[in-house]
């Protein structure tokens, strides 16, 4: 079964750091793109950074450059992001995402709050 786990959400003070990791099951995962997107209370989704398939190329919003880090590690089909100075802004379940053979496979998602 194809699917993504998300794993190292929770609470952190403002100026604090979290590192999220994404494993992928069922697909070939060093071949994919993968990408994070975050979702804020009553917000819609927010595109937060994507990696290529062999790390060598990334990308992230305006939002969180300069704060956040994606990495991946294809021995262990993981992606990482790693976050820090975070902001209460940054309060979202955040999403692993990887469009897998033109079918869309997205993680259920773990939350992140930032709050003093």
């Known amino acids: 079964q194809v699917r993504l786990v998300e794993f190292g959400g929770g609470s952190v003070q403002p100026g604090g750091s979290l590192r999220l990791s994404c494993e992928g099951f069922?697909?070939?995962?060093?071949?994919?793109?993968m990408t994070w997107v975050r979702q804020a209370p009553g917000k819609g989704l927010e595109w937060v950074s994507g990696?290529?398939?062999?790390?060598?190329?990334?990308r992230y919003a305006e939002s969180v450059k300069g704060r956040f880090t994606i990495s991946r590690a294809n021995a262990r089909n993981t992606v990482d992001l790693q976050m820090n100075s975070l902001e209460p802004e940054d309060t979202a379940v955040y999403y692993c995402?990887?469009?897998?053979?033109?079918?869309?496979?997205w993680g259920k998602g773990t939350l992140v709050t930032v709050s003093s």
């Open positions: 995402y990887a469009n897998v053979g033109g079918a869309n496979v």
């Open positions: 990696i290529n398939s062999d790390g060598s190329k990334t």
């Open positions: 069922g697909f070939a995962f060093p071949q994919y793109y």
